[in-house]
């Protein structure tokens, strides 16, 4: 082939692939734009095409229900989201029903049922001081580039603090892993210190409180939404974009946004045809998924303490940690009689791979060692959150990987690839990772860049150059997650009113 032949052969290829995402061809499809998941960023994407006049979508949803991870579940007469059971300070205007959580109102127990709350309240202490020194001392280099993030584990160790006993562990996870659903030497240093900042460190407990969103999806039609829909196969080719389900059914649009956590992209919950490109799937695997399962117990009778919290100090790192307490101060009335443990990151997933059966032992077992084997019955009913084997989420929420540069990742993962658009359930926002509020911007993002390219022919395009190759397609104009069209609305939640 000659040298002449082979440049025509490439410019036309490239001509080809550049035109082939320009504009939609003439095919029969189900809709303009099929939403993949129906997660918070997916209702928020819908909403944000609805009110730009967009009307022609369809969500595509495997489970018999929306929003999965804020799916309300009713136990023991009263009603409860087990994927958001805390809201944050950003959230605060919005939550008509709350309690702000007392995290110093804690007893710490012993597997031998001694009373360790002195030396708990102590060596917290020692954790915080820690943290403080550490995290001073290092976190303005880390923003500026000038030294590499840390996890969390390494910037406490550089504090001086190193948990080896079971006190100093459960107060570790209290601490850490209770935030971010995984361990501290999994947790990037410099997020947590900004989210710590942006959000704030109370938390709110929701007492069966989620208007906003139900709000939101309850202006769905039937149309608009598919249950029981689950997408395995997302082929995009010729002007179009074809879903196919687990079942084998397809639904062809003109643009996609996947609105799947990083966990199902990261578990091949969805394979993509052509498949993404490396810098593409490259930065779905960097993140993380955090699990907190929730379990709650109903007992006839309440054997614990009134704090609100009660700590089970272990040698083994996050083994039944930590119980809330209903019937604390601002909850809910005494005669509640529940307990609500918790399992995060390995432990959690480990756990699910049990029976319910298996499970209430453990943490039966672990009760009667704090209480006393003969005060503590069984309980009457029994519910345990499977989040971090759920085949539609992988995990309760994304967090930040260590040594990522936030805004470079926030680009990349909302990047589209042809006429597939992501809005990855929270993990794309820079601000607010892994918290309801980082979904509603995810899923706005997206459907901002989708209406873009229907209304006004501004079709994104992230081409990132390779060492040592030129890009793909030289007229693309470089994806700018900034840009800010005027042309239509944009639900961004700036203000707190678009929540009441």
């Given amino acids: 082939m000659s040298y002449t032949f082979f440049l025509l052969a490439v410019f036309t290829f490239q ?13 029969s499809v189900d809709a303009q734009v099929l939403i993949i998941g129906g997660g918070v960023d997916a209702i928020i994407a819908a909403s944000t095409l609805n009110e730009n006049n967009i009307t022609d979508f369809i969500i595509l949803e495997g489970s018999d229900h929306l929003h999965s991870h804020l799916k309300k579940i009713t136990f023991a007469g009263l009603e409860f989201a087990p994927g958001n059971l805390w809201g944050n300070s950003p959230a605060k205007a919005t939550i008509q029903n709350f309690h702000e959580s007392n995290y110093s109102s804690y007893t710490v127990y012993t597997d031998e049922g001694d009373d360790i709350t002195r030396v708990a309240i102590k060596r917290e202490t020692d954790l915080v001081a820690a943290f403080n020194f550490s995290t001073e001392a290092i976190i303005g280099d880390i923003e500026e580039g000038a030294r590499p993030d840390l996890s969390q584990k390494a910037t406490l160790a550089r504090g001086g603090w190193i948990a080896t006993s079971a006190v100093d562990k459960v107060m570790e996870w209290f601490n850490f892993d209770f935030d971010e659903g995984r361990s501290a030497r999994d947790i990037s240093t410099i997020q947590a210190f900004r989210q710590n900042v942006l959000i704030g460190p109370e ?8 208007t906003a969103l139900d709000r939101l ?14 997408v395995r196969v997302v082929n995009q080719t010729e002007g179009f974009v074809r879903a196919v389900t687990e079942d084998g059914i397809e639904y062809t649009g003109n643009y996609t ?35 907190i399962d929730p379990i709650f117990l109903k007992f006839d009778t309440k054997f614990w303490d009134d704090t609100e919290f ?16 209903l019937e604390a101060e601002g909850l809910y009335p005494p005669g509640t009689n529940i307990l609500i443990g918790f399992l995060t990151g390995e432990e959690a997933y480990r756990a699910e791979l049990l ?9 039966l077992n672990v009760l009667r060692n704090i209480y006393g084997e003969d005060n503590v019955p069984d309980p009457v009913e029994f519910y345990m959150s499977r989040f971090a084997t759920d085949p539609d989420l992988y995990g309760t929420f994304p967090t930040w990987p260590i040594g990522i540069i936030p ?34 911007r995810d899923g706005a993002a997206a459907a901002e860049a989708v209406i873009g390219c229907l209304l006004e022919d501004e079709c994104d395009e992230y081409s990132p150059v390779e060492p040592g ?13 900034n840009k800010r069209r005027k042309n239509f609305n944009v639900r961004l939640l700036s203000t707190e009113k678009k929540f009441e």
């Avoid at 938390?203 to 989620?210: A, E, Q, T, V």
């Avoid at 009660?310 to 307490?325: E, K, S, T, V």
């Fill in 15 to 27: 001509s080809l692939l550049c035109s082939t995402f320009a504009q939609p061809v003439d095919v």
């Fill in 203 to 210: 938390k709110y407990f929701l007492l069966g409180n989620r």
């Fill in 217 to 230: 999806a309850s202006i769905l039609t039937e149309e608009q939404v598919r249950l029981n829909q689950r």
């Fill in 257 to 291: 946004i996947v609105t799947s956590t990083v966990g199902v992209i990261q578990n091949g919950g969805i394979t993509f045809d052509p498949p993404l490109p490396p810098w593409k799937s490259e930065e779905f695997c960097r993140f993380q998924m955090g699990t």
């Fill in 310 to 325: 009660i700590l089970h100090a272990n040698d083994r790192h996050g083994y039944y940690p930590a119980f809330l307490n």
């Fill in 355 to 363: 029976t319910d059966d298996e499970v209430k032992a453990e943490i």
């Fill in 407 to 440: 805004e470079d990742a926030q680009t990349r993962l909302r990047a589209n690839v042809g006429r597939v658009y992501f809005a990855p359930e929270g993990a794309g926002n820079v601000e607010y990772i892994g918290i309801p509020r980082g979904s509603f």
């Fill in 469 to 481: 190759a030129p890009p793909l397609c030289q007229d693309v104009k470089p994806y700018n997650p």
